[in-house]
């Protein structure tokens, strides 16, 4: 990458482009709602579950003008959720501006691990294991989304649902991998701690992206 790409690329006018497409959000509180999604390349959270390993790399994925995206974004829709990958790796205050500018709502997908930018009216944050939240980004967070691949991930829920916010909707999502075995262990406990909600990832079982 050259100098002034590079600059770009640093100040969030360029972003890692690894995808971008419309269609339904299929997890947590936005579940069966029209958004634009645009996924932005590199993590270094490394959960072992992760769908989507090739983002992590984000040399993979060419930096785009965050203009660019937007101008796509306004042929399909007006709400845009930005995930990857981890997007806080990058800032997001040009392309937020730009996205609410042009009056689209702007949903994050994040795992906190990250400073805070962007401006957001939903920010969805999944904390993980291998690489915690800042603690500027438990005070954001609408939406408390923890996947749940085996009993001791019920503790670490807890203990992350402490971190955040009254306002914050809490929901526990099973790891697709172990659906068929956790969904009926999210069931029992959402049942027993109503605090909770349960998310699932409808857009896998609707065959959707």
């Known amino acids: 990458m050259d100098k002034k790409t590079q600059d770009l690329v640093d100040k969030g006018i360029m972003l890692p482009l690894m995808e971008e497409f419309y269609t339904i959000q299929g997890e947590g509180s936005h579940t069966g709602t029209a958004a634009y999604f645009i996924r932005v390349g ?4 490394g959960c072992h579950w992760c769908d989507v390993k090739e983002s992590w790399n984000a040399d993979l994925h060419p930096p785009t003008l965050a203009d660019t995206i937007v101008q796509n974004v306004k042929k399909h829709a007006n709400t845009v959720v930005i995930t990857g990958g981890e997007p806080l790796m990058w800032s997001m205050d040009y392309i937020t501006k730009l996205l609410q500018e042009n009056h689209i709502k702007t949903h994050i997908e994040t795992s906190g691990a990250y400073s805070f930018s962007g401006k957001w009216d939903w920010f969805c944050l999944s904390p993980k294991k291998t690489k915690l939240p800042l603690s500027e980004n ?11 691949h085996n009993k001791s991930d019920f503790d670490f829920a807890e203990q992350e649902a402490a971190k955040v916010g009254k306002k914050c909707q809490l929901f526990l999502q099973p790891e697709w991998s172990k659906k068929e075995k956790m969904t009926e262990e999210i069931v029992n406990y959402v049942m027993k701690n109503p605090k909770w909600k349960i998310s699932l990832q409808t857009h896998k079982y609707l065959n959707i992206p």
Do not use: S
């Open 42 to 45: 590199g993590c270094d959270v």
């Open 138 to 148: 438990y005070r954001e967070a609408d939406e408390l989304k923890m996947i749940i």
